[in-house]
């Protein structure tokens, strides 16, 4: 029973995931024509959004209990710094300070897409699975087309995999 569910909940998964990329690459699939007197004023609009974009991603997330950490709870933080307008360099660490880490993760992330509906995907490879690192309204969302894969980077049980609210100051590690 257990390992059928299991076979379903992992089919259900990926079906999701695979239409949120057919979504997201529908969406992406747009050539705007344009002259050549209106190319250099597109390509510096372009560079000045690629500047806000980087400085909109740059920013360090943390898990729930993050707010809770002065009570001794476990949480999860990410740093996230664009190092361009396409890759985002992505560093996961868990509380340090009063019990040994559990959580280590060190990558870059590649732009796959951007959409009002599904905010900015950036994907990475990890451990033979892709990792998805979703950005919409400051919400940072970690997942994997195989749940076990971001399993990898934490003991006891725990997961890359979740939610991470933007946070207003730098992480206190």
């Given at each position: 029973?257990?390992?059928?569910y299991?076979?379903?909940?992992?089919?259900g998964?990926?079906?999701?995931?695979t239409?949120?990329?057919?979504?997201?690459?529908?969406?992406?699939?747009?050539?705007?024509?344009?002259?050549s007197?209106?190319?250099?004023?597109?390509?510096?609009?372009?560079?000045?959004?690629?500047?806000?974009?980087?400085d909109?991603?740059?920013?360090?997330?943390?898990?729930?209990?993050?707010?809770?950490?002065?009570?001794?709870?476990?949480?999860?933080?990410?740093?996230?710094?664009?190092?361009?307008?396409?890759?985002?360099?992505?560093?996961?660490?868990?509380?340090?300070?009063?019990?040994?880490p559990?959580?280590?993760?060190?990558?870059?992330?590649?732009?796959?897409?951007?959409?009002?509906?599904?905010?900015?995907?950036?994907?990475?490879?990890?451990n033979?699975?892709?990792?998805?690192?979703?950005?919409?309204?400051?919400?940072?969302?970690?997942?994997?087309?195989?749940?076990?894969?971001?399993?990898?980077?934490?003991?006891?049980?725990?997961?890359?995999?979740?939610?991470?609210?933007?946070?207003?100051?730098g992480?206190?590690?």
């Amino acid at each position: 029973m257990t390992l059928s569910y299991r076979r379903f909940y992992s089919a259900g998964r990926l079906m999701m995931i695979t239409s949120t990329l057919v979504t997201l690459i529908g969406c992406n699939n747009v050539s705007p024509t344009m002259n050549s007197a209106n190319q250099s004023t597109i390509k510096s609009v372009i560079s000045s959004v690629d500047e806000v974009f980087a400085d909109k991603l740059s920013a360090d997330y943390a898990s729930a209990d993050y707010d809770k950490r002065a009570q001794g709870y476990d949480w999860v933080g990410v740093k996230v710094r664009a190092e361009s307008d396409q890759q985002i360099d992505i560093k996961v660490r868990s509380r340090s300070d009063i019990k040994k880490p559990t959580c280590h993760f060190d990558g870059k992330a590649t732009l796959m897409g951007q959409d009002a509906a599904h905010g900015t995907i950036f994907q990475a490879q990890v451990n033979d699975s892709t990792a998805f690192f979703q950005f919409k309204d400051d919400t940072l969302t970690i997942d994997s087309t195989d749940k076990y894969a971001l399993n990898y980077f934490c003991s006891g049980g725990g997961s890359l995999a979740g939610e991470y609210k933007k946070l207003a100051a730098g992480l206190e590690i």
